[in-house]
């Protein structure tokens, strides 16, 4: 059992270390790629020559970083089969399907264009040319629709039925899949997110470029046209953000309560802006959770709920079985129910599986949603860590509040007083707002997947149950490979960035 456990606890290490690789990559790819069809678009219309050496600069970026990306992307998928093959097993008819899509259609689309984009200069037509920057653009983030559409389909599984004749999930319906509001949502927050940390990328190299070399003529329009592509971004980020929390509340309510640090709810649940958690807190003892907090009265049920004194459930809350909406009792299905449920449905399957008994597949049926909960016998064990989820949500917060002053401050300066940008702290400022974009990133998928811990699949499939029958020192073994490849890819493409930035004529 307790190698059972490392192989688990080694398999999510190594799937979390390449997943925030490849989201180093991910997200300036969809930020640049849209920046970069923004300033050709500008270049073509008005013939600039200097924007036009801007836009041939910043494609070389691009090139750079969305190789990267697609090197962690290719491992992070064969994971899939590597480490998690009982996932893949088990909904495989499901969550392949966006996979594939994106593979054959997406991902083709965009490495077909992106090819004209880098190369196509003087060989193609202006026109031609400027639409396979669109296209590229366009590309990146049908691609990162289709891998959002498996991801939140894993954090609300919807569209399907399970099929016990051969142990797998099987979609029932593609739109429900394709179309649920928690997929629309993660698409539009993740991309227009990536708008933004683009945008501060661009505007720190910039600056940069400003301070060391004096390059203001050069660095000065893309400040302008960065600006504005991730003021849009982060101010729609922000809106999107609060249909997440809205469909998380409904969705995935624990996770909610993880993100805010709430064991006890009630009405006019308040928001914490600023706090620290007790360390002691644990689902056993009464400790006061917080060692310091400051709220916002009433805000979080507003969000959650669009009414300042609705009831927010908290985490004891869940675990026995209360909430409420407009004064009406719902999730009254404790965690002592759920486990009991799946167990009985663990149980008919086991039957089924022997006698083939209608009964035994009606038993199924009637538990199936509470599967999961029957590989659990304490509650304790399905609360995801609140410190985790809590520091990663309120970082993300406060980040994104920040990137919303800085793009305002940096257009305003650009348009105004572009002399502040040459001076050494406005530069400072600007280049140290990359690691805060970055981090406000990372933390946001932090946020997202360790809060819906312990879960793979939703209520249906817990982690410890999705691995594949590896030995923990293979896992091993490959983790500390995958670190050292990561990290020097990651150097390399540091190294390729600042040769590039100190060489630009």
Known sequence: MSD?????????WQFALTAMYHWLFVPLTLGLSVIVAVMETIAYKNGSEQI???????TKIFAVNFVCGVATGIILEFEFGTNWSNYSWFVGDIFGAPLAIEGLFAFFLESTFVVVMVLGWGRVSKKFH??????TAIGAMISALWILVANAWM??????????????NEMTSFWSVALSPVAINKLIHAVTSSWALGGIFVIGVS?????RRRETAFALPAVKVAGWVGLTGILITCMSGHSSAVDVSRTQPMKLAAMEGLWNGGNSTELVAFGILNPEKT????????????GLPGALSWIARGDS?????????IIDGRDEVNGEPVNTVSYAERMERGAAARAALASYAETHAQADLDALHADYPYFGYGYYTDAADLIPPVGLTFYAFHIMVLLGGYMVAFFVVALLLAYRADRWLKTLGASWIGMLSIVAAWCCSQAGWICAEVGRQPWVIQDIMPTRAAISALSASSVQLTFWLFAAVF?????????????????EK
């Open 487 to 503: 990290t020097m890819l990651l150097f390399a493409e540091i190294t390729i960035l600042f040769t590039k930035v100190n060489t």
């Open 52 to 58: 036009n050496k801007l836009v041939r600069f910043w």
């Open 207 to 211: 600056c940069y470029m400003m301070r």
């Open 283 to 294: 689902y056993a003892n009464d400790v006061d959770p917080y060692k310091f907090k400051i």
């Open 309 to 317: 004194k609705a009831f927010i459930p908290g985490i004891y809350d």
């Open 4 to 12: 059972l456990i490392s192989v688990v606890d080694w398999s999510r």
């Open 130 to 135: 400027l639409t396979s920057t669109w296209l």
């Open 155 to 168: 954090q609300y599984p919807v569209g399907m039925t399970f099929n016990p004749d051969t142990m797998r």
